[in-house]
């Protein structure tokens, strides 16, 4: 089926910098999410996004909904090592009459020691 | 006051066994969802049930059977399980086509 393009695959970072990673669909989408997966849990919403060219933070996290509609990117500052995981972005394709979310293939975060 | 609970956390079996997976949502949400998480991580959605009415129904082996006895409810049986159904499943609920919020997860190893 239909994924997103979500790159990096993976980042090895030190702490103290910061991250981005992103989302690109040939598509239009109508609303973008981002999630962060803990190892031996389920993912967790950390930002929706409705509407194109909206910024939205939470906490350390900031996230875009692309002008285009076809694409989003999440920024992580000042990374911490509770900050690992593996990020996922989500979004609802329009038209969309399924409530069916189609998934990026994550960004998996490393913290180097 | 756990939103999304799943039982079991681990199941082990062998092949050709029947098993099910439960799921329970006290968020009063009308959409629940079934995810398969492969070992390269890859998030596929299975099936979705709004206000207990099937609305998604992916390609998936007929040997996997959903049931929905109510809004809150979405429980999962597989039968005659194969090594490739090793796997972790998730469930989530959403309201609307709004968010998702996803349970713990079940760890399937099939042997």
């Known amino acids: 089926g239909q994924q997103l393009n979500q790159s990096p695959q993976s980042m090895f970072i030190q702490e103290g910098e910061d991250v981005s990673m992103n989302c690109t669909s040939s598509?239009?989408?109508?609303?973008w999410l981002w999630y962060k997966q803990e190892p031996g849990e389920g993912p967790v919403l950390l930002i929706a996004?409705?509407?194109a060219g909206e910024l939205t933070s939470n906490g350390r996290l900031t996230a875009q909904f692309g002008i285009t509609r076809k694409d989003s990117f999440l920024n992580i500052s000042a990374s911490i090592p509770s900050d690992v995981g593996i990020y996922f972005c989500a979004g609802h394709p329009t038209p969309d009459s399924n409530y069916q979310l189609i998934w990026g293939a994550g960004t998996k975060l490393i913290i180097k020691p | 006051d756990t939103a999304v609970s799943q039982t079991p956390k681990y199941l082990v079996t062998q092949m050709g066994n029947d098993k099910s997976i439960k799921c329970e949502q006290n968020?009063?949400?009308?959409?629940m969802y079934w995810y398969k998480q492969d070992s390269k991580k890859f998030l596929k959605i299975m099936f979705s049930y709004n206000n207990k009415e099937l609305i998604i129904n992916e390609t998936v082996p007929n040997r996997f059977s959903p049931k929905s006895p109510d809004k809150a409810h979405l429980n999962l049986h597989i039968n005659s399980l194969e090594l490739g159904d090793s796997a972790v499943y998730f469930c989530?609920?959403?309201?609307?086509?709004?968010?998702?919020?996803f349970g713990p997860g079940t760890r399937l190893t099939v042997t």
């Open positions: 598509s239009i989408f109508n609303t």
């Open positions: 996004l409705y509407k």
């Open positions: 968020l009063g949400h009308d959409t």
């Open positions: 989530a609920s959403s309201q609307g086509m709004s968010l998702e919020y």
